[in-house]
């Protein structure tokens, strides 16, 4: 059996191979996405968001425990900030996750930081349809939401939570509103918290004044992940949600497409003259604007 | 007098409407920073990085106050995770900056994240070459570090200092190997808590683990920038780094340059077609990446 067909039946093994693959963006990752993708399209992709410490890991285990009670398949892509060479493996996350590692209806992996731009969203994007077309139900994205990566990877996502605590600082205002664009929900984690309150009347606030959601009703679900509250009422949110916006993933696709033409093209150039260019540049001897505007006066799509 | 004479010769009104024009992404912008960038190398540009609650803003606030002390010119970037419509207005980090407000010699501009991928690394790049053809010695770029944009614009910075503090959680230590990469110093801050001392022996062991820094000596320097302890062993430091670096900026313009064509490539393709192509590969009735592999295929480079 090959490798497309076993992980079209859900084979552990194969997945696995494949997750590497596409980890390591090899050309096979590529031609097996390109098999795969007529198979996707079936599950829920669910981003988990928020700032440091708002205790996402903790929430997307309970949400997986409470999913795998209603005998529905996951798969579980921590994005992680980390660098490569140190892998995912410090993170405290991973420990927590190791409760599932028996069960073959949890599979998990991990994305780190790619040293090129968008490379994060793109490969994420890539691992969530691995997991849809081995016919997981519901895949759950964690990322660390306070970067540019996560604002794309959010937009990826048929539903976005927001994980946010009670009594964090100035820094988190900012990063607040910085999600305020991506939420389709709010969880408040930590609600047993002093602030837990304060906090919703401030994301309240703060949604009313939001040009994306002024006037719309987006749900602020209480959590306290650590002992399990809440994440039934979490899961509701973002059913009712996925329900109510119905995609038809065009949006999504023309985003997909743009960025999948922009990482490829680099690729087609010649890029030893650009790399020569840049030791006139960096002497100040030729102008960059220049260069750039002689080299896409010369790039032509032909029909 | 044009613009481009006065900002050359440092004329705050003109520097900050190029600021925005720059911000605005505006035609004019481009057409300004092409003939600024012959008058651009000769500034020091210092990233400054971290996560959270690090006290970044505290600490170029001093840097900022020593540097003045020694008759240099400061431009400060602010570059803030939050959204467009928000702006930098909530962070608290602004209002500690006031305190250069009415100082000609310093220079504040925010760059907002921006709707479209890498965009906040190339504003940020612009944003520091119209500081540095203006004549600012230093320039100090302040990003919340935890995303693939604060690690693009810590490459683009001839030294970049990732601030840390004692007692942080399990996802700070993900971040902290994040931007381990970046570092070409580490400032502890907040050095009068407890954790300290623990924090500096983490990083060293970090360091030597580290196949960037593996065996190389990248300093470590605590402050107590609320009080304004270690901001001239900081800035020592730093100009040491820079110093023995002695980039040629060959480097930064390989990439640069790329970034560049990429950014104006796609402006330059029929997008509506690749938008038709989209309703089909959301059907399911086209495969991506046949679309993207055709569109490449016809996408030459004449001479």
Redo the contacts between chains.
């Keep these: 059996m090959a490798d497309i067909e076993r992980i079209l039946a859900g084979d552990l093994r194969a997945m696995a191979r494949a997750a590497t693959a596409i980890e390591n963006r090899t050309a096979p990752a ?1 031609a097996l ?2 098999e795969l ?2 198979h ?2 079936k599950a829920t992709i669910v981003g988990i968001t928020g ?3 708002a205790g996402k890991s903790t929430l997307v285990d309970q949400l997986t425990r409470t999913l795998r009670g209603q005998a529905k398949s996951i798969g579980i892509i921590a994005v ?4 490569p ?2 892998g ?1 493996a ?4 991973r420990i927590r996750m190791q409760s599932h590692h028996a069960d073959a209806g949890v599979f998990i992996r991990s994305m780190a ?1 790619r040293g090129r ?5 793109a490969g994420t994007f890539e691992m969530a349809m691995l997991m849809d077309a081995a016919g997981r139900d519901v895949i759950l994205v964690e990322t ?1 939401g ?7 990877i959010a937009r990826l996502a048929d539903v976005t939570a927001v994980v946010l605590v009670p009594g ?8 607040k ?2 999600l ?2 991506i939420a389709d929900v709010f969880v408040i984690n930590k609600a047993d918290q002093a602030g837990a309150d304060r906090l919703e009347l401030e994301l309240k606030a703060m949604l009313q004044i ?2 994306q959601h002024g006037g719309l009703d987006v749900p602020i679900v209480k959590t306290v992940a650590s002992e399990g509250q809440g994440s039934c009422e979490a899961l509701d949110a973002i059913f009712a949600i996925k329900a109510a916006k119905s995609s ?3 949006g ?3 985003l ?7 990482e ?3 690729e ?4 030893h003259e ?2 020569e ?3 006139g ?4 001897r030729q ?6 505007e002689e ?2 006066s ?6």
Tied chains: 1, 2.
Excluded: C, H
């Design positions: 590529e996405l390109k993708f007529p996707t399209g700032p440091p410490g992680d900030p980390s660098s060479f140190t995912g410090i993170l405290g996350d930081t731009m968008g490379g994060l969203a660390v306070v970067g540019q990566d996560e604002i794309e964090m600082g100035d820094d988190i205002q900012a990063i509103a910085g305020m664009e939001s040009p038809d993933g065009v999504i696709w023309k997909r497409l743009r960025e999948m033409i922009r490829r093209l680099l087609r150039l010649p890029l650009l790399d260019a840049a030791v540049v960096a002497a100040r102008n960059p604007y220049a260069v750039v080299w896409l010369r790039l032509k799509l032909t029909s």
